[in-house]
């Protein structure tokens, strides 16, 4: 028996459901002292999910715990999946079926306008490709989930056993692993005696707030979450996290949350998904040369621009202990380099 230096974490069993070990865990929380000391306002600390280890690492690493677990007690042969064309999701569910020997279809949406010419073919998309994923390219703005769950048919009538996971690995089970990852953070403040009064992250598919969001309800911990939108204005954004967080509440038999609970700021998201505005850029140069630390152009770099535009604004008191949750994403910069070059010489 283990001493019980949290309470909490025993209020949320996770071991009833399938799960199989793909993330390095606990990932690290650091002090990020050289931004906090630029900033000069509150103390600023870092949850390192850029680093749970697979395939460069990511959110989705968690997630996949669970809908990999659900893939094979299903006994499928293929995992299915769809994302952005630079998709982390799909990079990190197409290592993953590497991982546990399954094969991975992906559909990749041309959902970015004006990018560079090796955009499709760099980045994310050349990992994919080294994974062995199978790809077919989609024009924008089609239900690709729909399009997915039509492709899961065919593959299907075709004699394989696929599991298709939505974009995100965004539902019930893939929130799992950031419910998971509220108990990691719960112990980790206790074991480091420091009580956080925030977190601070990019959210876009909602799974991952989602799950933090749920994880820490259920804990009893009172510890807001607040999510910079990365692509739709603020409240779609509560709308769709609220939605999937009861969803997930339901599924670890906890209570209900009011959606005033679900903190989006849809102030760094310029214009759309995919495309980094000027404070995106910035915020990975700082993020860069101030902690050597690498951000993404679509997600982490959007929500360290909130991270920094927030503290600037004076929203948080200067006592106030700040957790950036980094979500991974960096093998997208190379898809964006003419950008990231451009505003290295604009300085
Ligand atoms: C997917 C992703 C996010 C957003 O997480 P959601 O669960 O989709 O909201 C944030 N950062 C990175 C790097 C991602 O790949």
């Known amino acids: ?118 955009y499709e073919e760099t980045g994310n998309v050349l990992l994919d490709r080294l994974f062995g994923a199978s790809i077919e390219f989609r024009g924008p703005g089609l239900d690709m989930n729909a399009e997915g769950l039509e492709a899961t048919e065919r ?5 394989h056993k696929p599991y298709f996971i939505p974009g995100g690995g965004s539902n019930e089970i893939g929130a799992l692993g950031y419910v998971s990852c509220a108990q990691e953070i719960s112990m980790q403040s206790d074991a480091m005696n420091i009580n956080f009064d925030w977190i601070v ?15 820490l309800h259920a804990l009893g911990r009172d510890l807001p979450v607040m999510g910079i939108s990365v692509r739709q204005p603020r409240e779609a954004q509560i709308k769709a996290v609220h939605a999937l967080t009861e969803r997930t509440l339901a599924k670890i038999n906890a209570g209900g949350i009011a959606s005033s609970k679900i903190i989006v700021d849809d102030g760094y998201v310029g214009d759309g998904y995919g495309v980094p505005a000027a404070s995106t850029l910035d915020a990975i140069n700082q993020a860069a040369r101030l902690e050597g630390l690498l951000l993404d152009p679509v997600y982490s770099g959007k929500g360290f621009a ?42």
């Open 306 to 347: 909130g991270l920094i535009g927030l503290v600037k604004a004076n929203f948080f008191k200067p006592s106030d202990r700040i957790l950036f949750l980094h979500t991974g994403g960096s093998a997208a910069l190379f898809a964006y380099e003419e950008m990231l070059l451009s505003a290295q010489s604009a300085k």
């Open 201 to 215: 992250m990019a959210t876009g598919s909602t799974g991952t707030q989602a799950g933090l969001v749920a994880g």
């Open 1 to 118: 028996m283990e001493a019980s230096t949290s309470a909490d974490s025993a209020r949320i069993d996770l071991g009833v459901f399938p799960r199989v070990a793909l993330c390095h865990q606990p990932t690290p929380i650091e002090a990020m002292l050289r931004l906090s000391d630029h900033l000069g306002g509150p103390n600023i600390f870092i949850k390192r999910d850029d680093c749970t280890g697979l395939a460069t690492g990511g959110n989705k690493t968690r997630k996949l715990e669970f809908l990999v677990g659900e893939a094979l007690k299903q006994n499928a042969d293929m995992l299915v999946t769809q994302g952005a064309v630079q998709s982390n999701h799909v990079r990190q569910t197409a290592a993953a079926a590497c991982r546990v020997g399954l094969r991975c279809h992906a559909l990749l949406e041309r959902r970015v306008p004006d990018v560079s010419q090796d």
């Open 155 to 159: 593959l299907r009538a075709e004699g």
